[in-house]
C-alpha cells in the first residue's frame, strides 16, 4: 500500500498547521519608481496605486494562497489520490473553469444562489463550475457515452460564507472519482467503497468509518413510520444532523419545526439511532414494518449483497522523522574563491545536462560559509567545491552536507561519481 | 411575435458588431459603448419565458481534454516539471480569481481582454490574466525579496537582487532543456532588452508618446513583412516615413554576440544610455550562454517586441523551426511556443513602501505544445493509453466472481493497477477483447480447475502465451513483468 512519506505525528500537526494558516494583508500607501526602465513603464500606460489609497493587497475573501510547504503536503495527498484512482483503471479528465449559465443554474436548484456568475460583457453569459458533477454528465451527453470511469481533480468555485477556520472556502479543490453505465449491480458500489478505504489508509488516516445506508431504505422507513410524503426531504434533513446533534435535538427539530407528531417521530427514533454491519441488514429484513415496504426491501438486498462484495474486499469490518523539503535539489556547486562564475556555470550546465537537480548562488563570489549554510538550510545532501589549486591538477571536492567529509574526485568524472552516490542514497 | 422577432435580430446584430470590434483591437471607449447598447437591447427583451433549447456545449475558446489528450499533457507536464525541479524551483499555486484592483492598470492594451466576475453584492473580483501579476502579489503580500518558483507547470520566475544576467541566462538554458526534451523539433530562441528597443526608438526619432504603439508594431514583424509594418507605422500611427526607415535599419537585423557588438560602436545607439545598458547585459548574458552550452540556440533579434507592458529588461520568445522548402533558405518560425523576460518594477507596485524586487521568468505555451505532441502522436500511429492499468482480473467460467473479486482487492493492496469486469459472469472472450482495447498488457485468468490446483493462469496480451503461477507468487510474478517492460504509453 503506497505511504505518505515518513512523518510522525507532530510532524503532521505541524504541516497542517501551515495549511490552515490565514492569508495576510498589506495597504500601500504610495509607489516610487526606481530606475529609468521602470519608470518608462509605468507612466506611460499603467496607473499607480496613488489614486486608490485605500487598496488592501490580498486575496479575495474565502481563498488563499498555497506556499511551498503547503504545496509540498497538497502535491503527496493528491499523489496518494490521483494514483489510487489510476491503479482502479480510472481516465483522466478536464473540463473548462467556467460553463455556460443556463448549464449551472438549472441543475442545482436551491444552490444556485452560491454559483459564481461571470459578468456580462456581450457575449455567452457564463458561471464557474460549481462541482466536478454536471460537468461530467455534459460530457457524456455531448460524447454520447454510455459508459466510463473516470476521475477528475480540480477546483471549484462557490459563494458559501467562508469560516477559514472551519476549514471551509469559496475556493478549493475536489477530487472526484465515477463510474457511469449500467453494470451488475453493486460491483462498482463496492468498488467506490474500496477506493474510500484505499486512499485514507493511504494518508496515514487509518481510525476511520465509512457509514452507508440507502436512498429506498430512507425513504421506506419514512413510509413506514408514518410521515407524510410531502415532508420526506425536510425529515430527511433533520436526521442528516444527527451526526452533530442528539437525537432528543434532532427528535424537537421533527416535531417543533417540522410539524411531525411525536409517535411518528419516535418511531424513526427507533430506527435511526440502529448502527451495525451485515448483521443489522438481515436484522431490518426481519422488521415486521419495514420488510412490507417493496422500496425498503430493495435497498436492502443491494446493502446485502454490497456488504458482500466489501467482505470479499477485506473492508467489511477499517518513523523515522523527516522535515518537509520543498525543492528535490540533490547538489550544490559552490566555490571558495573568487572569480570563479564561469567554472561553476559550466559545471553546473554538465549536471543539469545529466539530469540532476542542482542549484548555484546567482553571485560573482559568494562566501563559502553562506553556501554551506544554505545547503544546510535547504536539506540539500551534496556539494562539489571548486577552488583554485584543485582545479589547476584537474580535482574537484565532493562534499557530504549530513557527514561534512569531503573527497578529491577527479573534474572529468565528476558527474559519474554523483550519480553514484545519489543511486546509493 | 414580430416585434420580439426583430428586437432578437437587433440583438444578435450588434452581438456580432461587439465581437468584431473586439477581433479588431477596437478603443476600450467604444468597445464599452457598443456593450452598453447591446445590454440595453438584451434587457429590453426581458425574461425569456419560452423553453429555449438547452445547447450542449462548453463556453466559446474553451474545451474539455478528453482521456486522450489527458496522456498527452501529464507526458508534457511531466517533462517540464522535472526540469523546473532539477534547477531548484519551489511551487506555489494562486487562486484563480483576484481582486480587481489586483489586476488594473497592469496589461495595458490587453486589460479588456480580462473576465470579470458579475458583482454580485461582494467584493469586484475579475479572473487571473496571467500567472505573473498574481506571483508579484504572493511576493507583496508575503514581503519575500528572493525566490525561485514555478506555478501549474507553465510558469517559472525568479525573484530577488542577484549578480547580473546568471539568473536571466538559467531561465534561457531551462527554456532550452524543455523544449529539446519534448522533441518536438528543432527551435530558434530570440533575445532582445526593452532598454535597446526604447533606447533605438530614440535615436530614430520617435516621439516618446507614440513609443509603446510603435513597439506594438514593431512586434509584427515575426507574421508580417517590413513594408506592412512600416505602412501602419507611417499610415496609422502618424510617424514621420524618415524615422521608420531609419527604424527599419536596425529592426530587420538579428544574429549572434558579434551584432551586440557591432550594435556597441553604432554611432548613434552608443550616445543613448539605456541602449548600452542593454547591449552590455546582452554581451554578458551571450558568455554565460555559452558556458551553458546552448549559444547555437539564440539569437538577437532586433524586431522582438512582446506585448506586456511590464518588462524591462531582457525579453526572449522561443519558436518552432519550419524546415526550409529550399535549400539555402532560413527556416520560418512557425509561432512561439514558450517566452519570457525581465520585470523589476511589477512589485514595487504593490508593495507598500514601493520596495522593488527584481524578477525575471518564462512561461511554457503548454496548449501549442499539446497541440503539436497530439499531432505527432497521431502521425506516427502511436497508440495514447488513456489510462495505466497492468492487469486484468478475469474469469474462464460462470460463478466465479467473488473469486475475482478477492483476487483483484489483493492486487490493489499490493499496490498494482489492476481492473475487474462489472459483469458476475463475463464471457472470457469479451475480457480479452477488453484487454486489447484499452492496451492492458496482462490478465490473470481464474478457473475452477486452477482454483483447486492453487494457481492462477497468467496471459500475456500482446504474445498470448499463458503460464500457471501460484496464488501465492502472482503478485512477485506481475511486478517483475510490469518492471521489464514498463508500459509502451
Request: charged fraction near 30%.
Amino acid at each position: 500500500m503506497p505511504q505518505l512519506g515518513l512523518l510522525p505525528k507532530r510532524a503532521w500537526a505541524a504541516i497542517f498547521r501551515q495549511l490552515l494558516r490565514p492569508p495576510r494583508c498589506a495597504c500601500p500607501q504610495a509607489v516610487r519608481c526606481h530606475s529609468q526602465a521602470a519608470e518608462s513603464v509605468l507612466t506611460s500606460q499603467l496607473k499607480s496605486h496613488q489614486e486608490t489609497p485605500n487598496f488592501v493587497i490580498k486575496t479575495p475573501k474565502g481563498t488563499r494562497d498555497f506556499s511551498p510547504e503547503q504545496m509540498v503536503v497538497r502535491e503527496k495527498i493528491l499523489d496518494v489520490v490521483v494514483s489510487c484512482f489510476k491503479r482502479h483503471g480510472a481516465k483522466g479528465l478536464d473540463t473548462p473553469a467556467f460553463e455556460l449559465k443556463e448549464m449551472l443554474s438549472e441543475n442545482y436548484g436551491e444552490n444556485s444562489g452560491l454559483i459564481y456568475d461571470l459578468k456580462d460583457q456581450g457575449g455567452e453569459l457564463l458561471s464557474l463550475r460549481y462541482d466536478l458533477t454536471i460537468p461530467f454528465a455534459r460530457y457524456l451527453a455531448m460524447n454520447k457515452l454510455k459508459k466510463m470511469k473516470r476521475y477528475h481533480v480540480g477546483k471549484v468555485w462557490r459563494r458559501e460564507s467562508p469560516t477559514v477556520a472551519q476549514g471551509r472556502y469559496r475556493e478549493f479543490c475536489q477530487c472526484d472519482f465515477d463510474i457511469a453505465g449500467q453494470f451488475d449491480p453493486m460491483i462498482p458500489d463496492a468498488e467506490c467503497l474500496k477506493i474510500i478505504s484505499e486512499i485514507l489508509s493511504g494518508l496515514r488516516l487509518e481510525n476511520f468509518l465509512i457509514k452507508v445506508n440507502d436512498r429506498r431504505i430512507i425513504d421506506g422507513m419514512f413510509a413506514v413510520c408514518g410521515v407524510p410524503e410531502s415532508k420526506f426531504r425536510a425529515i430527511c434533513s433533520s436526521v442528516d444532523k444527527l451526526d452533530k446533534m442528539s437525537w432528543t435535538d434532532v427528535r424537537h427539530e421533527m416535531v417543533a419545526k417540522r410539524g411531525l407528531t411525536p409517535e411518528v417521530a419516535d418511531r424513526i427514533g427507533d430506527y435511526v439511532q440502529c448502527r451495525g454491519g451485515a448483521s443489522l441488514v438481515e436484522q431490518m429484513f426481519q422488521d415486521p414494518r419495514l420488510s412490507q415496504n417493496q422500496q425498503a426491501l430493495e435497498g436492502l438486498r443491494d446493502l446485502k449483497l454490497l456488504f458482500e462484495y466489501l467482505t470479499l474486499f477485506g473492508i467489511a469490518e477499517k518513523t523515522v522523522g523527516e522535515s518537509v523539503r520543498v525543492t528535490e535539489t540533490q547538489v550544490f556547486v559552490a566555490t571558495p574563491q573568487k572569480n570563479f562564475l564561469r567554472e561553476r556555470l559550466k559545471l553546473i550546465a554538465e549536471l543539469w545536462d545529466a539530469g540532476i537537480k542542482a542549484e548555484m548562488q546567482y553571485k560573482n563570489n559568494p562566501k563559502l560559509l553562506s553556501q554551506l549554510h544554505y545547503c544546510e538550510h535547504t536539506g540539500i545532501p551534496l556539494v562539489v567545491i571548486i577552488g583554485e589549486q584543485e582545479l589547476k591538477d584537474g580535482i574537484v571536492k565532493l562534499r557530504s552536507v549530513a557527514s561534512r567529509e569531503e573527497v578529491h574526485v577527479k573534474r572529468k568524472d565528476i558527474v559519474i561519481e554523483i550519480q553514484k552516490r545519489l543511486s546509493e542514497s | 411575435m414580430a416585434d420580439r422577432a426583430a428586437l432578437e435580430e437587433l440583438v444578435r446584430l450588434q452581438g456580432e458588431h461587439v465581437r468584431g470590434l473586439k477581433q479588431q483591437k477596437a478603443s476600450a471607449e467604444q468597445i464599452e459603448e457598443e456593450v452598453a447598447k447591446l445590454l440595453k437591447l438584451k434587457a429590453q427583451l426581458g425574461p425569456d419565458d419560452t423553453k429555449h433549447k438547452f445547447v450542449l456545449k462548453t463556453p466559446k475558446g474553451t474545451r474539455d481534454y478528453s482521456p486522450r489528450q489527458m496522456a498527452v499533457r501529464e507526458k508534457v507536464f511531466d517533462v517540464i516539471i522535472r526540469c523546473f525541479k532539477r534547477h531548484g524551483a519551489e511551487v506555489i499555486d494562486t487562486p484563480v480569481f483576484e481582486l480587481k484592483e489586483t489586476l488594473t492598470g497592469k496589461y495595458g492594451e490587453d486589460s479588456k481582454l480580462i473576465y470579470d466576475l458579475k458583482d454580485q453584492g461582494g467584493e469586484l473580483l475579475s479572473l487571473r490574466y496571467d500567472l505573473t501579476v498574481p506571483f508579484a502579489r504572493y511576493l507583496a503580500m508575503n514581503k519575500l525579496t528572493n525566490i525561485k518558483r514555478y506555478h501549474i507547470a507553465k510558469d517559472f520566475d525568479i525573484a530577488g537582487q542577484f549578480d547580473p544576467m546568471i539568473p536571466d541566462a538559467e531561465c534561457l538554458k531551462i527554456m532550452c532543456e524543455i523544449l529539446s526534451s519534448l522533441q518536438i523539433g528543432d527551435f530558434l530562441v530570440k533575445v532582445n532588452d526593452r532598454r535597446i528597443l526604447d533606447g533605438m526608438f530614440a535615436v530614430c526619432g520617435v516621439p516618446d508618446a507614440k513609443f509603446r504603439t510603435i513597439c506594438s508594431s514593431v512586434d509584427k514583424l515575426d507574421k508580417v513583412p517590413w513594408e506592412e509594418v512600416k505602412n501602419e507605422m507611417v499610415g496609422e500611427k502618424g510617424l514621420a516615413p524618415e524615422v521608420a526607415d531609419r527604424i527599419g535599419d536596425y529592426v530587420q537585423q538579428h544574429g549572434g554576440v558579434s551584432l551586440v557588438e557591432q550594435l556597441l560602436q553604432d554611432p548613434k545607439l552608443s550616445q543613448n544610455k539605456q541602449a548600452v545598458e542593454g547591449l552590455t547585459d546582452l554581451k554578458l548574458l551571450f558568455e554565460y550562454l555559452t558556458l551553458f552550452g546552448i549559444n547555437d540556440k539564440i539569437s538577437f533579434d532586433l524586431s522582438l517586441a512582446r506585448g506586456l507592458d511590464y518588462y524591462t529588461g531582457v525579453i526572449y520568445e522561443a519558436v518552432l523551426l519550419q524546415t526550409p522548402a529550399q535549400a539555402g533558405e532560413e527556416p520560418l518560425g512557425v509561432g512561439s511556443v514558450a517566452a519570457g523576460g525581465r520585470y523589476d518594477g511589477l512589485v514595487g507596485m504593490f508593495d507598500p513602501k514601493g520596495r522593488k524586487v527584481p524578477c525575471v521568468g518564462l512561461s511554457i505555451g503548454v496548449e501549442r505544445i499539446f497541440s503539436i505532441v497530439e499531432q505527432r502522436l497521431e502521425a506516427l500511429e502511436e497508440k495514447v493509453r488513456t489510462t495505466e492499468t497492468q492487469v486484468l482480473v478475469a474469469s474462464a467460467q460462470k460463478k466465479l466472481l467473488e473469486e475475482r473479486l478477492k483476487l483483484v482487492s489483493e492486487l490493489w493492496d499490493a499496490g498494482i493497477k489492476a481492473e475487474l469486469l462489472y459483469k458476475k459472469n463475463p464471457k472470457l472472450l469479451n475480457q480479452l477483447q477488453y484487454c486489447e482495447e484499452a492496451g492492458i498488457p496482462l490478465v490473470a485468468i481464474i478457473g475452477e480447475q486452477e482454483l483447486k490446483d492453487g494457481v492462477i493462469k497468467l496471459r500475456s496480451v500482446a504474445s498470448r502465451e499463458e503460464v500457471d503461477v501460484r496464488r501465492e507468487d502472482l503478485v512477485e510474478e506481475i511486478r517483475r513483468r510490469t518492471a521489464q517492460a514498463p508500459c509502451a504509453c
